[in-house]
Antibody, heavy 126, light 108 residues
């Protein structure tokens, strides 16, 4: 069965970086985009960015551009998200999720997120 | 960017009730909307996509409808497992993907 298993909780100080990993199993890793979505305590879902595991190409939400790095290692079917220059309001649960984005000759067309990781709590505090 | 506005933000209901949650997009999204359920401490779970297509394994009491900018999620015959928070999401124009603010369904 499809599984996305994330790395464990992290505690970081302001200004530091955090790296969260997401190991995929049960499907062909390069067939699905991996997305990163975060949820601050008591708040809603916020899309951060996505990576195409086949090409390594990434897109990120404007507010995270320059502060987020998304990578993948196809040899171990794992995607990672690194967030830099952490602030206290980056405290959140970070999820990975997959979707079957379809790319034509000119554009790519996103889809729904049909499988999610269990979430990784990142706490930022001095 | 497309904004998704959900209503209400919360509602109280009893087991067996029929509840409806609305989601309005800032522009026509051509049925490119998904609905998710999230229980406390759990990741979101996909319920429906393409506005009205039920994900495999999801009970038929969950239905979706709508077109253009306006979409609804209806739960017919609320069960105890259904007390959770629900989110809509558009994937018509991406990136970015956008979610509604969420609707918390609580026990009356």
């Amino acid at each position: 069965q499809v599984q996305l298993v994330q790395s464990g909780a992290e505690v970081k100080k302001p200004g530091a970086s955090v790296k969260v990993s997401c190991k995929a199993s049960g499907y062909t890793f390069t067939d699905y985009y991996i997305h990163w979505v975060r949820q601050a305590p008591g708040q809603g879902l916020e899309w951060m960015g996505r990576i195409n595991p086949k090409s390594g190409g990434t897109d990120s939400a404007q507010r995270f551009q320059g502060r987020v790095t998304m990578t993948r290692d196809t040899s171990i079917s794992t995607a990672s998200m690194e967030l830099h220059s952490l602030k206290s309001d980056d405290t959140a649960v970070y999820y990975c999720a997959r979707d079957l984005t379809y790319c034509g000759s000119r554009n790519c067309y996103g889809r729904w997120f049909d499988s999610w990781g269990q979430g990784t709590l990142v706490s930022v505090s001095s | 960017d497309i904004q998704m506005t959900q209503s209400p933000s919360s509602l109280s209901a009893s087991v067996g009730d029929r509840v409806t949650i609305a989601c309005r997009a800032s522009q026509d999204i051509s049925n490119s909307v998904a609905w998710y359920q999230q229980s406390p401490g759990k990741p979101p779970r996909l319920l429906l996509y393409a506005a009205s297509t039920l994900e495999s394994g999801v009970p038929s009491r969950f239905t979706g409808s709508g077109s253009g900018t306006d979409y609804t999620l209806t739960i017919s015959g609320l069960q105890s497992d259904d007390f959770a928070t629900y989110y809509c999401q558009q994937y018509f124009s991406t990136p970015p993907y956008s979610f509604g603010q969420g609707t918390k369904v609580e026990i009356k």
